[in-house]
């Protein structure tokens, strides 16, 4: 069956930088697009960050733009999330999500068709 295991999360201090990854497995890879969402306590989920299925378009949301990249690795069946300048409004637990690719990238959590299970990224002040 299909999973999506993110990793990388953890406890940072504002100003710092994470990676997190997302393997895939049980589905073709190249095929789908990819987003991260997050979560915060209390809050739904927003967009974070996309990419298409070849990477060669990404979306960003207007919070993390010019701090957050999103990139894929399709030989490893694997997307990141790089992520520099953190702040504590960046605390929530992420996820990635994956979409079967139609050429049009999304911002919308249930047009994706696959989750994963979250990684905590927590931003102390």
């Known amino acids: 069956q299909v999973q999506l295991v993110e990793s990388g999360g953890g406890l940072v201090q504002a100003g710092g930088s994470l990676r997190l990854s997302c393997k895939a497995s049980g589905l073709t890879f190249s095929g789908y697009a990819m987003g991260w969402f997050r979560q915060a306590p209390g809050k739904e989920r927003e967009f974070v960050a996309a990419?298409?299925?070849?990477?060669?378009?990404?979306d960003n949301a207007d919070s993390v733009k010019g701090r957050f990249a999103i990139s894929r690795d399709n030989a490893k069946n694997t997307v990141y999330l790089q992520m520099n300048s953190l702040e504590p409004d960046d605390t929530a637990v992420y996820y990635c999500?994956?979409?079967?690719?139609?050429?049009?990238?999304?911002?919308?959590?249930?047009?994706?068709?696959?989750w994963g299970q979250g990684t905590q990224v927590t931003v102390s002040s």
């Open positions: 990419i298409s299925s070849s990477g060669g378009t990404t």
């Open positions: 999500a994956a979409k079967t690719s139609t050429g049009i990238l999304t911002r919308l959590p249930n047009r994706y068709n696959y």
